[in-house]
């Protein structure tokens, strides 16, 4: 299924309410993947609740670590059509900034990318933007370091 990446901002409480009507099917099926910011994604909302037919959800949901108590997290959603290698890169959950990081290998990619990479992140208005840029310069030049060739692709809410 060769498709470009479409990043989305659709909160999952949407997805729940539409996620069975053709509306829903016909806006997200062409999708390779959608990265969601601000998911208000706890453990008290399992992955099922929030489940898109022939994807794959990967979460960072918000953590105590991150000094807050509502709102916030991200995740992404993989089209099984387009990947079904997929591994989790890192996860990190501070006060400055929340990101999940992917490392994917499509079905059709070029032989001179091995993988290709998605950082979601959602800095809150309350951070300190200096440093939640260090910490996703930190993971993504992590990733450029061990793998020059890899495209990484940053998205989200910064």
């Not at 990265?35 to 992955?47: G, I």
């Not at 890192?90 to 070029?110: A, D, G, I, K, Y």
């Amino acid at each position: 299924m060769p498709c470009g990446i479409k990043p989305s901002s659709v909160l999952p409480a949407e997805i729940r309410r539409r996620k069975r009507g053709k509306r829903a099917e016909r806006a997200y099926r062409e999708a390779c993947i959608i990265a969601l910011t601000e998911s208000w994604l706890d453990e008290t909302v399992p992955d099922p609740e929030v489940h898109l037919d022939n994807f794959t959800i990967f979460r960072a949901d918000r953590t105590k670590a991150s000094g807050k108590e509502r709102g916030a997290g991200v995740c992404m959603y993989v089209n099984n059509r387009w990947c079904n290698n997929i591994k989790i890169y890192s996860v990190v959950c501070t006060p400055n900034v929340e990101m999940l990081t992917l490392s994917l290998r499509p079905f059709h990619l070029p032989r001179e990318f091995p993988t290709v990479v998605i950082i979601c992140i959602y800095i809150p208005p309350s951070a300190n933007v200096n440093a939640a840029a260090e910490l996703v310069a930190t993971d993504a030049n992590s990733i450029q370091g061990k793998y020059p060739e890899v495209p990484v692709f940053i998205v989200g809410d910064f």
